[in-house]
């Protein structure tokens, strides 16, 4: 990984794209340290210090580096545009408009692109007016009764939902910007950005809790941990497929051999943003009924608030599993896999075209997600099992989400730079 970050900065193109990357990343991560509009910052880092950050919106803060909870111009950090892309993959199943754009090649996906950014404002209007109304009523930081905004009028308000939802715009465009003139996926990269950036202090606020001894195990396990996940997300199945002879006009085209990568890990990070998603819905209902009366909110309050219960990591898991299903079978069609194989001349040895294909397809594929979600599953669980075992919060430095999340975009990089480096240098190739 090192050598291949060398050689591109030996290469100047390459290294023109690293630097114009690296400067977005530093303007991204000065927005999300500039407070909005209106903003007690020193009552923020006052309730900040005094409570640990793993209420209802540890996840979302985890997509902001931090920024949520300080209430900055980039405070909904890249949570919207991700809440925003798997609405729409989800909406492409069941509108039958969308899912012919998506068959129209570039054309629609640029059309569906354009309606993911109008989503992504939607949500960051909606989500920006809930977070201002939580700091007017001085309920954002639970366990702090510290004012802060400096005036809790409406025209305040508005102005620092204007200030976000614009942030918010301004990180897509940042996004956009590293697509097309950096190295990768833009968004994954300042997804990446935001979760690394609160990863050092959290090591070190363990470090101070607990002592070397638990910080020392805690890095051995957590090499142990990105081991793991590099092995599972680098495992797939590749199906065989070969293609036969055919004249068109003239030419004969076909007869050369590929393959179908079936990733063991196919749906990636979405099932647990979805399964931790809905286990935030019982914490954020306890909070508006907090009546210990109510024998539901009772019930509630005690499995499915701390995250130390064996119940909520069962259902954690659970949940995790089903929508690895879930996910992979409406990001894979067996069915439509198997009609483009037919339609080209295509055909899995030893399996014949056609429906025999596709239910091939789906046993595969049934048979590897199985592995995929159980890894998931145990991944996720990481740190709700250090919850117990070492009492560390919720943030857990090495926790699933955010391992999953920085492994998987430094391999993704890795191999752009690596593919960048191979069109450029052809030395390999003439020898």
């Known amino acids: 990984m ?10 100047p193109d390459l290294r023109r794209k690293l630097l114009f990357v690296l400067g977005i990343i530093v303007i991204f991560r000065l927005g999300s340290q500039l407070p909005a509009p209106g903003v007690n910052v020193a009552n923020v880092q006052d309730c900040v210090a005094q409570v640990q950050n793993d209420g ?14 300080q209430l900055t111009v980039f405070a909904l950090g890249i949570m919207p545009y991700i809440t925003a892309s798997i609405i729409l993959q989800l909406l492409v199943v069941v509108i039958p408009r969308l899912e012919t754009l998506k068959k129209e090649g570039q054309a629609g996906q640029t059309k569906i692109t354009q309606y993911t950014r109008y989503l992504t404002l939607a949500l960051a209007i909606l989500q920006a007016t809930g977070i201002v109304a939580l700091a007017r009523a001085d309920q954002l930081i639970q366990g702090c009764a510290l004012p802060l905004l400096y005036d809790e009028g409406i025209a305040t308000m508005l102005i620092m939902v204007i200030t976000m939802t ?25 997804i990446f950005t935001q979760v690394v950036a609160t990863f050092p202090a959290t090591l070190w606020a363990l470090r101070q809790d607990r002592g070397w001894a638990v ?4 890095i051995l396990i957590g090499f142990v941990i990105i081991a793991v996940v590099i092995f599972m997300e680098q495992g797939q199945r590749r199906i065989p497929v070969q293609y036969a002879r055919r ?36 914490a954020l209902a306890t909070q508006f009924d907090p009546n210990q009366d109510n024998p539901v909110s ?34 894979f069609n067996p069915t439509e896999v198997a009609d483009n194989m037919k339609k ?35 991944i996720a669980l990481i740190p ?13 430095p090495f926790g699933g989400t955010s391992i999953l999340i920085m492994v998987g975009v430094a391999l993704d990089t890795v191999k752009q730079i690596e593919s960048q480096l191979q069109q450029r240098n052809y030395e390999g190739f003439l020898r």
């Open 215 to 218: 910080f020392g195990m805690v």
């Open 56 to 69: 209802i919106y540890g996840l979302i803060n985890l997509f902001s580096g931090g920024a949520l909870l």
């Open 247 to 282: 004249m068109v006009g003239r030419k004969m085209y076909g007869g050369s051999s590929t393959y179908i990568p079936l990733k063991v890990n196919q749906a990636g990070i979405i099932p647990v943003i979805f399964a931790s998603s809905l286990l935030y819905l019982p």
């Open 384 to 396: 709700l099992i250090a919850l117990v075992l070492v009492d560390a919060n919720q943030n857990f």
């Open 166 to 190: 614009a942030g918010t715009a301004i990180i897509m465009w940042f996004g956009e910007l590293i697509t097309d003139r950096g190295i990768g996926n833009g968004m994954s990269i300042l």
């Open 298 to 331: 009772s019930f509630l309050g005690k499995y499915f608030t701390t995250g130390d219960h064996p119940l909520y990591m069962a259902v954690y898991f659970a949940m995790i599993v089903f929508f690895t299903y879930f996910y992979v079978s409406i990001t």
């Open 2 to 11: 090192l050598g291949a970050f060398v050689n591109a900065f030996r290469t």
């Open 344 to 378: 080209y001349g295509g055909f899995i040895p030893g399996i014949r075209a056609g429906k025999p294909t596709e239910e091939y397809l789906s046993y595969v594929l049934s048979r590897i997600t199985l592995p995929g979600a159980t890894y998931l599953g145990l």
